[in-house]
Structure formats: C-alpha cells, structure tokens
C-alpha cells in the first residue's frame, strides 16, 4: 500500500504536456488562408504551416494539393499559456468525448478573438481547433532514431490518467 502512495509523486510518473496543436481550417486558398495565418501567427509568436487538401470534394469546392488550413505546434510554457485561454473560453468545461484512449484530448472554439486578440474588420472571425498531446518523461525512448524501443504500458498516458491530469489543473 505504501507503494503505491509513493508511484503517484516519483518526478517519471508526473503527466505533462507534450505539445498543443492549435489548427484553423479555412477550407478555401486565398485570403482567408492568409488571414487566418496571420490569426495564428500573432497567437503563437511562431510561424504557421499550411496543410493541403488530401483529395479533391466537389461539394465543398476543393481540389487535390489546394492550401485548405494552417496548423502550428505550440510546446513548453507558451503551450500551457495558450491552452489556458482556450480552456477560459470554453469555461473549463469539456465533455468526456474529448479526451482520447491515448491519453489526449481536444476542442474548439468558435470565435479568436475570446482568446484576447483584437478584432480586425479586414481579418474576420476564424474559429480554431485546439488539441492537447499529454505524456510522462521518458517518452523520447520510443522516439529517438538509435536505439529506440517500446514505451511500457506503465509509462503511457490513458483517458484516466488525462482526465485527473485535467481536473488537478484548472479545477
């Protein structure tokens, strides 16, 4: 019994965010993508990438290898800085679909300039998906180019462990 109160506090087993995933989809190359790039650019201080279109969709008016969102990777402090504005706008509220079996979890909001940022007439509105990838230390073993080998059960985040992560943090 005594083992267990002590595996929770062992500086290995503390959950951590590995990485924030912010995405606007625009759905259209143009000047909506451009602005939403510049949305995303002054949110992050980093510089965006833009994702293609994997098959062209009649409906929707897209065609194959056409610029349709862009994407940023946000890690370390800055991270949790911004996840913290994106959970402020969603109330600190998540429903339990939106964490994952492994451990992760994400959602949306509509509108960025909730997050702080200033309305601009010429940009417009642009809603933007937000998701969380969370992870113990000693994650890069199953990473790394040499030597790399598989990560124990022990060690992997699950929907429990990010949900407890969660509610720790900002409730």
Not at 48 to 60: D, N, Q, Y
Request: glycine share 8%.
């Amino acid at each position: 019994k005594k083992m267990a109160a002590t595996q929770t506090e062992h500086p290995m087993r503390q959950v951590r965010i590995a990485k924030l995933c912010l995405n606007i989809s625009v759905g259209e190359s143009g000047d909506r993508l451009t602005n939403a790039y510049k949305v995303l650019q002054q949110l992050t201080d980093q510089k965006p990438v833009e994702s293609k279109s994997r098959l062209t969709i009649r409906g929707f008016g897209i065609r194959r290898n056409e610029k349709i969102s862009v994407h940023c990777t946000v890690r370390g402090k800055k991270a949790m800085e911004i996840l913290e504005k994106g959970l402020k706008v969603r109330e600190y509220e998540l429903k339990a679909g939106n964490f994952s079996e492994t451990g992760n979890f994400g959602f949306g909001i509509e509108e960025h300039i909730d997050l702080g940022l200033k309305y601009d007439p010429h940009v417009g509105i642009f809603g933007m998906d937000f998701f969380v990838v969370l992870e113990r230390p000693g994650n890069r073993v199953a990473r790394r180019k040499r030597c790399s080998s598989r990560l124990g059960t022990r060690q992997r985040v699950t929907r429990e462990d990010s949900v407890k992560w969660f509610q720790a943090q900002f409730d």
